[in-house]
């Protein structure tokens, strides 16, 4: 699959999610029932709903998207130059028609595919639920429900699955692998956990939108690895949002 993949075939993906209202409280009443059966599943004897309302974010149901990122890889003088994008709101609506609006025309070409690291168990499957929960049309690549796994791993690429090698029980994260194959990375001043601390405490959006691109670099940067061939020089990466 790696030997035919075109890596500027491929938009680099990532998104930052938060729970659905800054507290429990908040939450519409059938959803705040609705957490209290689920955090019976997921926590321990000590731990109640509001404890581990924190944990939302990871959720759909529970959850709302408030950035993505989207990169792509293009030749300038026949060098690769990694150019991103990034969605980001208060109006997770509105963020997403205008995602949906820039994949729909990214993937009019049949060869364009889609990439993210553990995308098809998170943000793949996150963005289509909650269009569908905001009613509103899915892209084409997105429209995947019921789809067998082998009619959508070639157009919906997953960096962690590939890595895989067909052991379903192993988990490896993005900064583990460009850790292991030497990709630089930005020391950022937050990670995943902070981001929902960020946008409700803090509001700053264009600080997670920052966090959010450099991972789609990440991204971009290990399925190069994966081909065997060179990383993007710092000189030819614009991201959106500079420091």
Not at 80 to 97: N, P, T, W
Not at 173 to 184: E, K, M, Y
Not at 210 to 218: F, N, Q, S, V
């Amino acid at each position: 699959m790696l030997e035919h993949l075109k890596p500027e075939h491929v938009l680099y993906l990532d998104i930052e999610t938060v729970p659905l209202t800054k507290s429990l409280e908040e939450m519409p009443e059938r959803l705040q029932e609705q957490w209290a059966k689920k955090a019976g599943n997921i926590g321990s004897e000590e731990d109640t709903p509001e404890s581990l309302f924190q944990r939302a974010g990871i959720y759909a149901e529970f959850g709302k998207i408030i950035c993505i990122s989207a990169g792509t890889i293009y030749r300038k003088a026949k060098q690769r130059v990694y150019r991103v994008k990034s969605f980001y709101g208060d109006d997770e609506k509105q963020l997403l028609v205008d995602f949906a609006d820039m994949l729909d025309k990214f993937t009019s070409n049949p060869a364009h595919k889609l990439c993210a690291h553990n995308g098809q168990e998170f943000d793949f499957p996150w963005i289509a639920r909650r269009m569908l929960i905001h009613g509103l049309k899915l892209p084409k690549i997105l429209d995947i429900a019921g789809a067998k796994p082998w009619e959508i791993r070639d157009t919906l690429i997953d960096t962690m699955q590939l890595w895989k090698f067909g052991d379903y029980k192993h988990y490896t994260s993005l900064n583990l692998l460009c850790a292991v194959f030497d990709i630089p990375t930005p020391k950022d001043d937050i990670d995943g956990s902070q981001v929902a601390e960020v946008y409700y405490e803090q509001g700053d959006l264009e600080r997670i939108a920052r966090y959010c691109e450099k991972d789609t670099l990440a991204v971009a940067q290990l399925l190069l690895r994966y081909k065997g061939e060179p990383l993007i020089a710092p000189d030819n990466i614009e991201l959106a949002l500079p420091n």
